[in-house]
Nanobody, 127 residues
Framework: QVQRVESGGGLVQPGSSLRLSCAAA????????IGWFRQAPGKEREGVSC????????FYADSVKGRFTISSDNAKRTVYLQMSSVKPEDTGVYYC????????????????????WGQGTQVTVSS
C-alpha cells in the first residue's frame, strides 16, 4: 500500500489561504531537507520552498516570497506549506520531496538533488 505523502490541495479562490502537508515519515529515510515543488500544465517544474531539518533555515522562490511559509513539526515528521494570498498563477501540482544529504540553499533548489518524491497534490486557484 502506497502511503500518500502530500495532502491539503484543492480548489480555492484568489486571495484565499491553503495549507499543504507533507507526511515526511512516509519517505522512510532520515531526511535532512524537505522541498516543495510545483508544476503547472505546459510549464517546467519550479522549486517553491525548502527547509533544513538541522537548523530550520529556509528557501523561498521570489514568486512566493512573502505569501508562502514553510514550517516543520519534527516530532510528527510533517512539513507544512502555508499558502496565503494565492493567485491563479499558483495553480499546479505541488510535490513534496526529501533528501538525506541535501542542504537547502538560500539561492535556490533543484529537483535533481532530491531523491524521494511524493505523488503530488493539485492546487487550483480560480474564481
Amino acid at each position: 500500500q502506497v502511503q500518500r505523502v502530500e495532502s491539503g490541495g484543492g480548489l480555492v479562490q484568489p486571495g484565499s489561504s491553503l495549507r499543504l502537508s507533507c507526511a515526511a515519515a512516509a519517505f522512510d529515510l532520515d531526511y535532512h531537507a524537505i522541498g516543495w515543488f510545483r508544476q503547472a500544465p505546459g510549464k517546467e517544474r519550479e522549486g517553491v520552498s525548502c527547509i533544513n531539518r538541522s537548523d530550520g533555515s529556509t528557501f523561498y522562490a521570489d514568486s512566493v516570497k512573502g505569501r508562502f511559509t514553510i514550517s516543520s513539526d519534527n516530532a510528527k515528521r510533517t512539513v507544512y506549506l502555508q499558502m496565503s494570498s494565492v493567485k491563479p498563477e499558483d495553480t499546479g501540482v505541488y510535490y513534496c520531496a526529501a533528501d538525506a544529504d541535501y542542504y537547502c540553499s538560500e539561492y535556490g533548489i533543484d529537483g535533481a538533488d532530491f531523491g524521494s518524491w511524493g505523488q503530488g497534490t493539485q492546487v487550483t486557484v480560480s474564481s
